[in-house]
């Protein structure tokens, strides 16, 4: 299984160390931002995991929409609840929100299908810091 190696799990929560997340964003994105190396004090997990991780639980539906609420730190607990709901909160282990998702319409839950998906959008996401983000931080005021 793709995820696997960037993810454990304990009582029906989903942890990401440092290492996994970092690790997901340089093997499976091509994603070098600084704020996914292990020892930055500013680490957060990539969004690109976090929405695997719901690709992979929830499966793709023909409509979904993602919000990010909070960024997640290394070792913090989170609940993908078990819900067949159009809206799903992500939580983590304080109950705070970090995704919400809204979904419509039939589901693939075909694991070759949603395998494909975060292997081609996560190469495809990882590409954005290089060559969008990092111009835009090098103009006067892009602190990002």
Same mark, same amino acid.
């Given at each position: 299984?793709?995820?696997?190696?960037?993810?454990? &799990? @304990?009582?029906?929560? %989903?942890?990401?160390?440092?290492?996994?997340?970092?690790?997901?964003? @340089?093997?499976?994105?091509? *994603?070098?931002?600084?704020?996914?190396?292990?020892?930055?004090?500013?680490?957060?997990?990539?969004?690109?995991?976090?929405?695997?991780?719901?690709?992979?639980?929830? $499966?793709?539906?023909?409509?979904?929409?993602? &919000?990010? &609420?909070?960024?997640?730190?290394?070792?913090? $607990?989170?609940?993908?609840?078990?819900?067949? *709901?159009?809206?799903?909160?992500? &939580?983590? *282990?304080?109950?705070?929100?970090?995704?919400? %998702?809204?979904?419509?319409?039939?589901?693939?839950? *075909?694991?070759?299908?949603?395998?494909?998906?975060?292997?081609?959008? $996560?190469?495809?996401?990882?590409?954005?810091?290089?060559?969008?983000?990092?111009?835009?931080?090098?103009?006067? $005021?892009?602190?990002?």
């Amino acid at each position: 299984m793709l995820l696997a190696p960037f993810y454990s &799990t @304990k009582e029906k929560q %989903i942890f990401v160390s440092a290492e996994q997340a970092s690790n997901f964003a @340089k093997r499976q994105c091509f *994603d070098f931002n600084p704020i996914h190396d292990p020892e930055n004090k500013r680490f957060c997990v990539p969004g690109d995991l976090l929405f695997s991780l719901a690709l992979h639980t929830y $499966g793709v539906s023909e409509s979904m929409s993602f &919000t990010f &609420t909070n960024m997640v730190g290394a070792d913090v $607990g989170l609940t993908f609840p078990d819900t067949d *709901d159009e809206t799903i909160i992500v &939580t983590n *282990d304080q109950g705070k929100s970090v995704l919400e %998702i809204t979904r419509k319409g039939q589901v693939n839950k *075909d694991p070759e299908f949603i395998e494909s998906l975060i292997n081609n959008y $996560g190469q495809f996401s990882g590409q954005n810091f290089p060559s969008v983000l990092m111009p835009l931080m090098k103009e006067p $005021g892009g602190d990002v």
